[in-house]
């Protein structure tokens, strides 16, 4: 079993940055993919970010790429998404996720997060 804890969501002006971590516990953090997901209001959860096990081969969404930032410390077991030039549409809940399969599609996900709430205000 595996737990994900998210923190470092909040409030910030449009421009501003934030940073998300993960903490992951129970398996051993360093064989699997990691990634970040978010839902707004109304919306189907989409993907963000992904990175895998050995901190290799970030991938992002086009709506992100430039912007946020993927990174992993496996001996922290965490994994961090930093986000800069924040828009107010990038308003949504922020889910950890990871699953032996990877972590880029919905479909692979086996395990979430909590979620962390990040507001963009214009």
């Known amino acids: 079993q595996v737990q994900l804890v998210e923190s470092g969501g909040g409030l910030v002006q449009a421009g501003g940055s934030l940073r998300l971590s993960c903490v992951s516990s129970?398996?051993?953090?360093?064989?699997?993919?990691m990634g970040w997901f978010r839902q707004a209001p109304g919306k189907e959860r989409e993907f963000v970010a992904a990175?895998?096990?050995?901190?290799?081969?970030?991938s992002y969404a086009d709506s992100v790429k430039g912007r946020f930032t993927i990174s992993r410390d496996n001996a922290k077991n965490t994994v961090y998404l930093q986000m800069n030039s924040l828009k107010p549409e990038d308003t949504a809940a922020y889910y950890c996720?990871?699953?032996?399969?990877?972590?880029?599609?919905?479909?692979?996900?086996?395990?979430w997060g909590q979620g962390t709430q990040v507001s963009v205000s214009s």
């Open positions: 996720a990871t699953g032996p399969y990877g972590a880029r599609r919905l479909e692979q996900v086996r395990y």
């Open positions: 129970g398996r051993s953090f360093g064989s699997y993919a």
């Open positions: 990175i895998d096990w050995t901190g290799g081969a970030p």
